[in-house]
Nanobody, 111 residues
Framework: VQLVESGGGLVQPGGSLRLSCVAS????????MSWVRQAPGKGLEWVSI????????NYADSVEGRFTISRDNAENTVYLQMDNLKPEDTAVYYC?????WGQGTQVTVSS
């Protein structure tokens, strides 16, 4: 299993970013996928999950209404669209399935 995240960067408060996670080594279309983040000096925080077909999603209260998870099963890719970003969204964002994790992508929200 390999998960490769991309799309992070530095953005001003109120800005947007779109994260991508390309998966390989398993039948992507059969599994739910999650995004998890870790802010500096803090533990892991679950952000969002999407079911195998993409028809069902769920979000942490802290990002509800600002973040949108989606997937493209033909491209083995899961996305996280992040809008109206806040400084407290600063973290390393990880793609996750079971015990497998990507390397993470850094998101920094600062003016």
């Amino acid at each position: 299993v390999q998960l490769v995240e991309s799309g992070g960067g530095l953005v001003q408060p109120g800005g947007s970013l779109r994260l991508s996670c390309v998966a390989s080594g398993f039948t992507f279309s059969m599994y739910a996928m999650s995004w998890v983040r870790q802010a500096p000096g803090k533990g892991l925080e679950w952000v969002s999950i999407i079911n195998s077909s993409g028809g069902d999603t769920n979000y942490a209260d802290s990002v509800e209404g600002r973040f949108t998870i989606s997937r493209d099963n033909a491209e083995n890719t899961v996305y996280l669209q992040m809008d109206n970003l806040k400084p407290e969204d600063t973290a390393v964002y990880y793609c996750n399935i079971g015990t497998y994790w990507g390397q993470g992508t850094q998101v920094t929200v600062s003016s």
